[in-house]
T-cell receptor
Framework: DQQVKQNSPSLSVQEGRISILNCDYTNSMFDYFLWYKKYPAEGPTFLIS?????DKNEDGRFTVFLNKSAKHLSLHIVPSQPGDSAVYFCAAIKETSGSRLTFGEGTQLTVNP | EPEVTQTPSHQVTQMGQEVILRCVPISNHLYFYWYRQILGQKVEFLVS????????KSEIFDDQFSVERPDGSNFTLKIRSTKLEDSAMYFC?????????????FGPGTRLLVL
């Protein structure tokens, strides 16, 4: 299932700088896109979402941008903090699909002090 | 803050044995899910459950799998005859409404190892 893809398995940034995590999708029928964060030995934790009819959603240090024509979304974290170090999953959902989440592979973010 | 809980945290079983993974969703939630993540792979949808019946299931969710909500609080995933390839982290999730944009809340997972 390649409908949601995160091409970067890892990203390393300095504390205080911007982290940009990317995600591509192929199915234009997705209605919402979500970002989850996952620490080891824990389940995914919801971070932020965006409707397919929007192009930006912001929540504190986290902003998600959606480019529908490119079928691309990105998560910006500014400023990055060491506690942000985790695996970040992009996920997508279609209203007609029974609400299943389709996940990307995940990107391991490491924020160095 | 309410959370989804799962038991056990780890389970080791022999191939061919039955296992039951347990989940307690958030109390006022109505929609329940199971996902799994095989080591090194994506988190994959298994099944969704609403109003005491399966809403949707993936191609992974074959006759070896079943789900049940035996009482008002628990939600279980049963694997009837485990295979080596069932070894994975299994996550339960729940959400309150059927709105597509509403987040699903995940439990901490059960790590299943089939020997």
């Amino acid at each position: 299932d390649q409908q949601v893809k995160q091409n970067s398995p890892s990203l390393s940034v300095q504390e205080g700088r911007i982290s940009i995590l990317n995600c591509d999708y192929t199915n234009s029928m997705f209605d919402y896109f979500l970002w989850y964060k996952k620490y080891p030995a824990e389940g995914p934790t919801f971070l932020i979402s965006i409707s397919s009819i929007k192009d930006k959603n912001e929540d504190g240090r986290f902003t998600v941008f959606l480019n529908k024509s490119a079928k691309h979304l990105s998560l910006h974290i500014v400023p990055s903090q060491p506690g942000d170090s985790a695996v970040y999953f992009c996920a997508a959902i279609k209203e007609t699909s029974g609400s299943r989440l389709t996940f990307g592979e995940g990107t391991q973010l490491t924020v160095n002090p | 803050e309410p959370e989804v809980t799962q038991t056990p945290s780890h389970q080791v079983t022999q191939m061919g044995q039955e296992v039951i993974l347990r989940c307690v969703p958030i109390s006022n939630h109505l929609y329940f899910y199971w996902y799994r993540q095989i080591l090194g792979q994506k988190v994959e949808f298994l099944v969704s459950f609403y109003n005491n019946e399966i809403s949707e299931k993936s191609e992974i969710f074959d006759d070896q799998f079943s789900v049940e909500r035996p009482d008002g609080s628990n939600f279980t995933l049963k694997i009837r005859s485990t295979k080596l390839e069932d070894s994975a982290m299994y996550f339960c999730a729940s959400r309150n409404t059927g709105l597509a944009g509403e987040t699903q809340y995940f439990g901490p997972g059960t790590r299943l190892l089939v020997l």
